[in-house]
């Protein structure tokens, strides 16, 4: 089975510095996708980021960047220049490549920027 | 075009009761899934249905069923209800049985509360 962990239950950093959010996950599969996903006070998930594990170079969305290390097991999210907007629940998330299209997800970080 | 929406937004039940949640995915997605969201906790992945099949399925007691009807909306089931159901229940749909190629549009949720 696989599991994520999310070591940081809250974090906190002025408006316009960069934050870095940390994820570890656990699996035996070669092949798999990595999310980040953001969840506002609306409570609707929405998809930050995504990394295919079988590709080296790490994806990059505008502000948001992701540090993935295949070997390690490690998967963070960076954003720069952060927005009062940026705060949320965040959300790393696992999902085979194979069967079905199942999401496991870590215990999520609220993050809080400030003006 | 609308996302996909969740009815009810909010329910409140008691121990033992029935509740129906219904969702009705994006125009042309044909695969639904649900997950339980506990306060303070990570969504839990309960069932995918694709093409109005059952295609992959958390670890859920029976007392959770579902299913998809012909114009692809799913409605999910939770017999015998317990406070421990009470959550917020996510429903996701997108054009693709499995893989992370395809994007997850997530709903606002019903929220569930079990007195």
């Known amino acids: 089975a696989q599991t994520v962990t999310q070591s940081q239950p809250e974090m906190s950093v002025q408006e316009a510095e960069t934050v870095t959010l940390s994820c570890t996950y656990d699996t035996s599969e070669s092949n798999y996708y990595l999310f980040w996903y953001k969840q506002p006070p609306s409570r609707q998930m929405i998809l930050v980021i995504r990394q295919e594990a079988y590709k080296q170079q790490n994806a990059t969305e505008n502000r948001f960047s992701v540090n993935f290390q295949k070997a390690a097991k490690s998967f963070s999210l960076k954003i720069s220049d952060s927005q009062l907007g940026d705060t949320a629940m965040y959300f790393c998330?696992?999902?085979?490549?194979?069967?079905?299209?199942?999401?496991?997800f870590g215990q999520g970080t609220r993050l809080t920027i400030n003006p | 075009d609308a996302g996909v929406t969740q009815s009810p937004t909010h329910l409140i039940k008691t121990r033992g009761q029935h509740v129906t949640l219904r969702c009705s995915p994006i125009?042309?997605?044909?695969?639904v899934s649900w997950y339980q969201q506990v306060l303070g906790q990570g969504p839990q992945f309960i069932f995918q249905?694709?093409?109005?099949?059952?295609?992959g399925r958390g670890n859920f007691p029976d007392r959770f069923s579902a299913r998809q009807f012909p114009n692809y909306s799913s409605e999910l089931n939770v017999n015998a209800l317990l406070l421990g159901d009470s959550a917020l229940y996510l429903c996701?749909?997108?054009?693709?049985?499995?893989?992370?190629?395809?994007?997850?549009?997530f709903g606002s949720g019903t929220q569930l509360s079990v007195l």
């Open positions: 125009s042309g997605h044909k695969s």
């Open positions: 998330a696992f999902m085979r490549a194979q069967g079905a299209q199942k999401l496991v």
């Open positions: 996701a749909s997108s054009l693709a049985i499995r893989g992370g190629n395809e994007k997850l549009f």
């Open positions: 249905y694709y093409e109005k099949e059952e295609r």
